[in-house]
Structures are given as structure tokens and as C-alpha cells.
Antibody
Framework: EVQLVESGGGLVQPGGSLRLSCAAS????????MSWVRQAPGKGLEWVSV???????YYADSVKGRFTISRDNSKNTLYLQMNSLRAEDTAVYYC??????????????????WGQGTLVTVSS | AIRMTQSPSSLSASTGDRVTITCRAS??????LAWYQQKPGKAPKLLIY???TLQSGVPSRFSGSGSGTDFTLTISCLQSEDFATYYC??????????FGQGTKLEIK
């Protein structure tokens, strides 16, 4: 059974740092495209970052230069290092496995498994 | 960035009703569209991908259609467990995926 379990959220002051973890089971993180998606309180979903199976990484403009996505293959775990945090980064952060069904260009067809989310609050 | 616009933003319906939610892309995205269901305090759940393909395990009362810029999600006979918020997502510009703002489906 595929499971994703996030941890590492909490309260942090503006300008601070936090590292989120997403422990996976039932599949191999390094074999899939893995994403982080966030949801500000009462708001919609916003894609944050992705790491390809080959290791390439991409970021939303809103977090580029401040956040870093990575994975530890030995632990089958995905990470999101968040630096220089701002009030507008306050959100529930979800990790998601991008589908292992691909389109003709080789890109995943949606995100088929999601973690339960972890809340990050940036406030003084 | 490709902008996704859903309508309506909220919708009231009764169990047994047929409902349709619309999603419009700011530019053509072929069939690179997914639909998600989210219940309060829970993670999104993938319902449909490639605009019209039902994810495994999703009830057949859910269906999707459209291509290019205009898409619909239809629930043919609402059940109590279907009251939730629904999001469309384009992945034409993967990895710069974007979501619609959501449609909240409430009990009338």
C-alpha cells in the first residue's frame, strides 16, 4: 500500500528556516516524480516544487531561491528545505507522488497519492 | 503562466442531483487536465486525469470531458460523500502545474 507521511511543520518566525520530510512506503521515491503542493488557510492549491526521477528540480517563482527539494534514496524520503520564510508561506504543505502514467511527452498525468499534510505557520 | 478558472465557485445541490462544474484554461492545454476532490482537513484525491480518464477506484458517477480550453466535471447522481471542494489542474506546462480556485459543493 502506498503511503506518504509528512512531518516537520510548525511555527517559525519570519526569516527563519524549516525542513519538511515526507516518508514514503509502498513505492520507491527515486523512481517517481515527487512534488510539494501547499494550501494557505482557506485558500486553493498551489504547486511549490518537483523533483524528477532523474534528479532535476523545479520551483514555483514564489519560492525559487529560498526553498530546496531533495530526497534520500536510502531512507525513501522526500524533503523540502525552506529558508527565508515569509508570512505568505503559511500553509499546509502536502507531498505528492506524481502519477506513473505518463503522457506522450513523458510527463505524469496528475498526482495520484498525497500525504496528510503538515502545517507551517510563519509568524512573529 | 496558464490560468485556470472554475465556475461556479460554490454550488448547492441535493443528493441524487446531477451537477456539472466547469474549468476554463487561459490557453489551449489539449487534454492535459486533472480533477481532484478535497474534503475538509484532508488531502486532495485524484478523480480524473487526461480530462476524461477515471482514476482507479473512483465511482463511475464521476465523469470528465473537454479539450483545448473548456472542460467539465459531472457527477451524475450525487451521494452524501460527494459534498466537497473540487479542483481542476492543468499539467500542459508541467512542472509549472496550476490549479483552478476550487468549487465548493454544498448540501442544499
Amino acid at each position: 500500500e502506498v503511503q506518504l507521511v509528512e512531518s516537520g511543520g510548525g511555527l517559525v518566525q519570519p526569516g527563519g528556516s524549516l525542513r519538511l520530510s515526507c516518508a514514503a512506503s509502498g513505492f520507491t521515491v527515486s523512481s517517481n516524480y515527487m512534488s510539494w503542493v501547499r494550501q494557505a488557510p482557506g485558500k486553493g492549491l498551489e504547486w511549490v516544487s518537483v523533483i524528477y526521477s532523474g534528479g532535476s528540480t523545479y520551483y514555483a517563482d514564489s519560492v525559487k531561491g529560498r526553498f530546496t527539494i531533495s530526497r534520500d534514496n536510502s531512507k525513501n524520503t522526500l524533503y523540502l528545505q525552506m529558508n527565508s520564510l515569509r508570512a505568505e508561506d503559511t500553509a499546509v504543505y502536502y507531498c505528492a507522488r506524481d502519477s506513473d502514467y505518463y503522457d506522450s511527452s513523458g510527463y505524469p498525468l496528475g498526482s495520484d497519492y498525497w500525504g496528510q499534510g503538515t502545517l507551517v505557520t510563519v509568524s512573529s | 503562466a496558464i490560468r485556470m478558472t472554475q465556475s461556479p465557485s460554490s454550488l448547492s445541490a441535493s443528493t441524487g442531483d446531477r451537477v456539472t462544474i466547469t474549468c476554463r484554461a487561459s490557453q489551449g492545454i489539449s487534454s492535459y487536465l486533472a480533477w481532484y476532490q478535497q474534503k475538509p482537513g484532508k488531502a486532495p484525491k485524484l478523480l480524473i486525469y487526461a480530462a476524461s480518464t477515471l482514476q482507479s477506484g473512483v465511482p463511475s458517477r464521476f465523469s470528465g470531458s473537454g479539450s483545448g480550453t473548456d472542460f467539465t466535471l459531472t457527477i451524475s447522481c450525487l451521494q452524501s460523500e460527494d459534498f466537497a471542494t473540487y479542483y481542476c489542474q492543468q499539467y500542459y506546462s508541467y512542472p509549472q502545474n496550476t490549479f483552478g480556485q476550487g468549487t465548493k459543493l454544498e448540501i442544499k
